[in-house]
C-alpha cells in the first residue's frame, strides 16, 4: 500500500471531528432533558451555580460545561472561570419555539442509533425494519426536529406558494394530514386556519394518542381529530388538501398512497408533500446536508419502506424526477415543485 500521509491526516482529522459529534450528540441530549441550556441561558455561571440552580452533581455538571465548550456550544471565560451562552447558542440550544432549535436532531440520532444490532441483521437478510420498532425516543425527537421547521415555513412560505390554497383554508377547508406522526404540521395548520376542519392520520397509534393529547392541550381539539390509518387506506373523501409531510419516501408502496390520495380528493383539490431536499443525481447530493438525509435514511427511512408492501424505498433522497413518477404513476397529471428550503422540496400535486 502506497499510503499518502497527508490524505491519511486530512482523513484522520474527519475522523476526529466525526467521533466528537458522535458523543457529544448524548451531550446535548442531556443538557435538554436536564435544563442545563436553559437555565445557562441566564448568564454566567460557574459549574457549582448551574449544578444548584439545575438540581444537578457539580462533577458531572463541571465535565459537561467542558465538552460544551470544546464543542463551541457554550462559552468558557478563562479569567472568571464561568461558563456563558451567546444569543445565538440560547436560541438554537434553549429556545424550545425557535426555528433554529436542534436538540431534538439530537434526540433523532441517539433514538436511531438504538436500533443498529437489529439494522445488522435486515442489511444481511434483505428485510424491513418498521418505523414502530423503533425506540420511542426516536418519536419524540422527530416532532422536536421537524416543528421549528415546520413552524417558520408551513404557514408563511408552503401553503402560500400553493396555487389557491391559503384562501380555501382561510375560508374552511377539510384537510388531511398523512403520516402525521406526533401532529405538529396538523395543529400548526389548525392554529392558523381556524374555519377549516383537519384530521390527523398515522399508522402507529402511540403517535396517535400523542398528538391528541397535545391537540387538547393547544385548544383545537374542536376542529382537529386524530385517527389511526395507513396511508392507502385512510378514510374520508371531498378533501380540499392532503398533506404529506417528510412522510412519502418512507412508505413501502408510495404509489399506491398516491392513487389513494387522488380519490380521495375533492375535484380541484391539492396534494401538499413536503419531502426532504435533494438533487436528483447522486453526486450532486454529497454534501453535509445530504450526510445527514442519506445517513437517516439508511438506520430509518430504507428499512421502514422494506418493511411494507412492495418496498419500493425511495429513500430519503428520491429526488425530483422519482417522486414525480411516483404521483404520475398514482393518476396525477399535475406536478409542481412549488417552493424549497434547504432542507425541503414541497410540491403541489393536482389530478
Same mark, same amino acid.
Given at each position: 500500500?502506497?499510503?499518502?500521509?497527508? /490524505? *491519511?491526516?486530512a482523513f484522520m482529522g474527519r475522523f476526529v471531528v466525526d467521533i466528537g459529534a458522535a458523543l457529544h450528540a448524548g451531550t446535548v441530549v442531556l443538557g435538554d432533558q436536564l435544563g442545563l441550556y436553559k437555565a445557562l441561558a441566564d448568564g454566567p455561571m460557574s459549574p457549582a451555580d448551574l449544578a444548584s440552580r439545575t438540581q444537578t452533581d457539580e462533577r458531572y455538571v463541571r465535565e459537561w460545561l467542558s465538552a460544551q465548550a470544546a464543542a463551541g456550544y457554550v462559552e468558557y471565560d478563562a479569567d472568571t472561570r464561568q461558563f456563558h451562552m451567546t444569543e445565538e447558542q440560547v436560541f438554537a440550544l434553549a429556545t424550545e419555539g425557535s426555528p433554529a432549535?436542534?436538540?431534538?436532531?439530537?434526540?433523532?440520532?441517539?433514538?436511531?442509533?438504538?436500533?443498529?444490532? /437489529? *439494522?445488522?441483521?435486515?442489511?444481511?437478510?434483505?428485510?424491513?425494519?418498521?418505523?414502530?420498532?423503533?425506540?420511542?425516543l426516536l418519536f419524540q425527537g422527530t416532532e422536536r426536529f421537524f416543528r421549528p421547521g415546520?413552524?417558520?415555513?408551513?404557514?408563511?412560505?408552503?401553503?402560500?406558494?400553493l396555487d389557491g390554497v391559503e384562501s380555501c383554508l382561510k375560508s374552511g377547508a377539510r384537510v388531511a394530514d398523512v403520516g402525521c406522526g406526533h401532529g405538529a404540521s396538523t395543529i400548526l395548520m389548525a392554529e392558523a386556519y381556524p374555519e377549516s376542519r383537519f384530521v390527523g392520520f398515522d399508522y402507529h397509534a402511540p403517535s396517535i394518542d400523542w398528538a391528541r393529547q397535545v391537540a387538547a392541550e393547544a385548544g383545537v381539539a374542536d376542529r382537529v381529530s386524530f385517527e389511526v390509518a395507513s396511508a392507502k387506506d385512510f378514510p374520508g373523501g371531498d378533501y380540499?388538501?392532503?398533506?404529506?409531510?417528510?412522510?412519502?419516501?418512507?412508505m413501502g408502496d408510495p404509489v399506491g398512497a398516491s392513487r389513494h390520495v387522488r380519490a380521495a380528493l375533492k375535484p380541484g383539490g391539492c396534494w401538499m408533500i413536503v419531502e426532504p431536499f435533494a438533487h436528483d443525481a447522486l453526486q450532486d447530493n454529497l454534501n453535509p446536508v445530504g450526510r445527514i438525509f442519506y445517513s437517516a435514511s439508511t438506520m430509518i427511512c430504507t428499512p421502514a419502506s422494506r418493511s411494507q408492501e412492495v418496498g419500493l424505498a425511495l429513500g430519503?433522497?428520491?429526488?425530483?424526477?422519482?417522486?414525480?413518477?411516483?404521483?404520475?404513476?398514482?393518476?396525477?397529471?399535475?406536478?409542481?415543485?412549488a417552493t424549497e428550503t434547504p432542507f425541503n422540496l414541497v410540491f403541489e400535486a393536482r389530478p
Open positions: 500500500m502506497a499510503i499518502d500521509m497527508d /490524505k *491519511l491526516n432549535f436542534v436538540p431534538g436532531a439530537f434526540q433523532v440520532a441517539l433514538g436511531a442509533l438504538k436500533a443498529v444490532p /437489529k *439494522l445488522a441483521g435486515v442489511f444481511r437478510t434483505g428485510l424491513g425494519f418498521g418505523w414502530h420498532q423503533h425506540d420511542p415546520y413552524a417558520a415555513n408551513l404557514v408563511t412560505n408552503w401553503i402560500p406558494a380540499d388538501l392532503v398533506a404529506f409531510f417528510d412522510c412519502l419516501h418512507d430519503a433522497q428520491a429526488g425530483e424526477r422519482r417522486l414525480r413518477t411516483v404521483v404520475n404513476d398514482g393518476g396525477f397529471r399535475q406536478f409542481r415543485r
